[in-house]
């Protein structure tokens, strides 16, 4: 009896040791189509920059739900959100054709091009609105001025 208490708290001990490891000082790859990198944790501070799908960075020190970057090149370093980076090692295939990273980013969450187009022709659903939605470009500046107007939170 003794020694399953044992090794229920020292499993119970290793479980919540992985779950909690810090990211600090490993290298890990941006996960979205592009990841704007921020001079501080907030949604409007100042663009540093911009890194894409792929990109491998280091993290230099974790904040919340925030992180320090390094990019690789160690052309831009600032803050991002950590659901951004994954660990796993982005890279497109060596065939002769070239991906965009707009296909990465799909074919990361399991769709493509002919998968996409059979939810289209399949369910007779017209998908012009989505397509349009996402074709939009709306500029941070433009964001905040309609949160600021509206009197709704503008971040964190």
């Known amino acids: ?3 399953s208490v044992v ?13 909690g490891q810090s990211l600090t000082g490993k290298t890990m790859y941006i996960s979205t189509k592009t990841a704007q990198i921020k001079s501080s944790t907030g949604f409007f501070a100042r663009t540093r920059g911009t890194l894409a799908y792929g990109d491998p960075v280091t993290v230099l020190r974790e904040q919340g739900a925030w992180v320090e970057i390094r990019s690789a090149s160690q ?30 980013a799909l074919a990361g969450k399991g769709f493509n091009e002919e998968v996409e187009k059979s ?6 659903l017209d998908y012009s ?11 941070e500046e ?13 971040g964190e």
Not at 9 to 18: K, N, Q, R, S, Y
Not at 119 to 124: I, K, R
């Open 1 to 3: 009896m003794k020694r």
């Open 119 to 124: 939810y289209q022709d399949g369910n007779g």
């Open 142 to 154: 433009d964001l905040y001025v309609f949160l600021e107007e509206g009197h709704l939170v503008t």
């Open 7 to 19: 090794f229920l708290v020292v499993g119970l001990l290793v479980i919540t040791g992985a779950s």
């Open 75 to 104: 052309s831009v370093s600032g803050w991002m959100k950590s659901a951004g980076l994954t660990a796993r090692r982005i890279t497109a295939g060596s065939g002769s054709t070239s991906t965009s990273a707009n296909e990465l």
């Open 129 to 139: 609105a989505v397509n349009a939605m996402e074709a939009l470009e709306i500029s």
